[in-house]
T-cell receptor, first 110, second 114 residues
Framework: QQPVQSPQAVILREGEDAVINCSSS?????VHWYRQKHGEAPVFLMI?????EQKGHEKISASFNEKKQQSSLYLTASQLSYSGTYFC???????????FGAGTQVVVTP | DGGITQSPKYLFRKEGQNVTLSCEQN?????MYWYRQDPGQGLRLIYY???????QKGDIAEGYSVSREKKESFPLTVTSAQKNPTAFYLC?????????????FGPGTRLTVL
């Protein structure tokens, strides 16, 4: 079963913050976050492993609540370059079957 | 440079014809994946392979077939049994580590069936 992402879309002004959530009904080994620009392939942002990790990439950070099987991606002080569709991906072991959420479209305006 | 290549970038076929999409990687990754993406939607897993000569069905395998005869190659055939094959197809590869399996994507093939 695919992970569920929310919200489906968010519009921000440059400098504002946003949170994207990803939840799964299955026990997870890892949560990945990717960003896709229109017409391009997804680009890896970060991996979080079970154990309640929190990681960061520039002003984008994420957390993973293993007990709730949820992850959140935090866009802080958003920049125009943050626009795109963000996908969470989940795996139940260190490799093998991997599933993506439906995506959250982020639009950052000047 | 290491990476994943997919060819062609755009592909047009007539309804009822089988078509094979190419995916090659020189990253020495063990695992390879095929995803389908429809407009405004997420990535859905078609097939994946963890080792040579072995592959597993994903969530939407019906109407598709794959082979994994070489570590570097994982071609996908879209058969005439696939009812709605027009989509953007993405191939990915990963290596299993204790830090997880970051997926590296190819540039994708946009298939249009006329």
């Amino acid at each position: 079963q695919q992970p569920v992402q929310s919200p489906q879309a968010v519009i921000l002004r440059e400098g504002e913050d946003a949170v994207i959530n990803c939840s799964s009904s299955k026990a997870l080994y890892s949560v990945h976050w990717y960003r896709q620009k229109h017409g391009e392939a997804p680009v890896f942002l970060m991996i979080l492993l079970k154990g309640g990790e929190q990681k960061g990439h520039e002003k984008i950070s994420a957390s993973f609540n293993e007990k709730k099987q949820q992850s959140s991606l935090y866009l802080t002080a958003s920049q125009l370059s943050y626009s795109g569709t963000y996908f969470c991906g989940t795996g139940s072991d260190s490799w093998g079957k991997f599933q993506f959420g439906a995506g959250t479209q982020v639009v950052v305006t000047p | 440079d290491g990476g994943i290549t997919q060819s062609p970038k755009y592909l047009f076929r007539k309804e009822g014809q089988n078509v094979t999409l190419s995916c090659e990687q020189n990253l020495n990754h063990d695992a390879m994946y095929w995803y389908r993406q429809d407009p405004g939607q997420g990535l859905r897993l078609i097939y994946y392979s963890q080792i040579v000569n072995d592959f597993q069905k994903g969530d939407i395998a019906e109407g598709y077939s794959v082979s994994r005869e070489k570590k570097e190659s994982f071609p996908l055939t879209v058969t005439s049994a696939q009812k709605n094959p027009t989509a953007f197809y993405l191939c990915a590869s990963s290596i299993a580590t204790s830090r997880g399996n970051e997926q590296f994507f190819g540039p994708g093939t946009r298939l249009t069936v006329l």
